[in-house]
């Protein structure tokens, strides 16, 4: 019998991969926007993905990964300018591939943000990555020798951005300085979160970080102390000091993770 207009016919095997699908879009939606227990006092109290994969206590808030996942957190509010600062302990073991961060981000996901990155490459346990993002535009990375294994202690890393320049300390050294020129499509200006998260940089990374073996899964980084330090901050969304452009999604809400799967691979930024 034909079909009446407008409605659809579906194989069972096509109806199968909706449901899916389905399933995995709504435990994406229930994991965003988890939060910290009342007893934590981290700033990074609001968890976007696997909130079985971050753990709080006291002001330390620790994110673990496995082949299955990493995760990603973030201050509630947003901040004009300031000095973001963390106290962190980086995974210990075979960690290639892997990429523990701790970054300001206008809105993460968006494509329009402003962004400022510590970038631990798990390939080298002595050295750290820094990097400049601008209305969605990265490529301003310098690689830094630490001097020592960032998983053996804690370390003091600060990011202290102002209208005029963005600095990047660690343990109270002076690592970088990127300089703002006047060129507004090249200096960050949005207000932006704190953000930590641990990723796998996965087969588009292999020649920058190698390929993730998880041999020691599963991995744990530490922040603790995190503190920001600035002229303003906001709960909601808030204006840029410069106009975001109109296309800029600054305003809405945070997404869930872009998960891309490869053969054996679960990547997530």
Not at 30 to 43: D, E, F, G, R, Y
Not at 84 to 104: E, H, M, N, Q, R
Not at 197 to 217: F, K, L, M, Q
Request: net charge neutral.
């Amino acid at each position: 019998m034909a079909a009446a207009r407008g409605s659809l016919l579906m194989p069972a095997g096509g109806l199968l991969v909706v449901l899916c699908v389905v399933v995995f879009f709504v435990q994406s939606v229930q994991a965003v926007n988890a939060t910290a227990p009342a007893n934590s006092t981290s700033l990074l109290s609001v968890i976007d993905y696997s909130p079985d994969h971050v753990s709080y206590s006291g002001n330390i808030v620790t994110l673990k990964m496995d082949s299955q996942s990493g995760s990603r957190v973030h201050s509630v509010g947003r901040y004009a300018y300031g000095v973001f600062s963390a106290d962190i302990k980086c995974p210990a073991g075979d960690t290639v591939g892997l990429i523990p961060t701790f970054y300001t981000s206008s809105l993460e996901g968006s494509e329009y943000k402003d962004e400022l990155d510590w970038e631990f490459l798990g390939k080298n346990s002595s050295i750290i990555q820094t990097n400049v993002w601008v209305d969605g535009v990265g490529k301003r990375e310098a690689v830094h020798d630490l001097g020592f294994d960032c998983s053996q202690a804690f370390h003091k890393y600060t990011i202290d951005w102002n209208p005029l320049r963005a600095k990047w300390f660690i343990d109270g050294q002076l690592v970088r300085t990127y300089v703002n020129t006047g060129n507004a499509s090249e200096y960050p200006t949005k207000p932006a979160y704190a953000y930590a998260s641990i990723w796998d940089s996965g087969y588009p990374g292999e020649g920058w970080n190698g390929r993730a073996t998880y041999a020691n899964a599963p991995y744990f980084y530490q922040l603790a102390n995190v503190t920001v330090s600035s002229p303003g901050s906001s709960t909601g969304p808030s204006s840029a000091p410069r106009p975001a452009p109109a296309r800029s999604p600054v305003g809405s809400p945070v997404r869930s993770p872009v998960k891309i799967t490869l053969p054996g691979r679960k990547l997530f930024r």
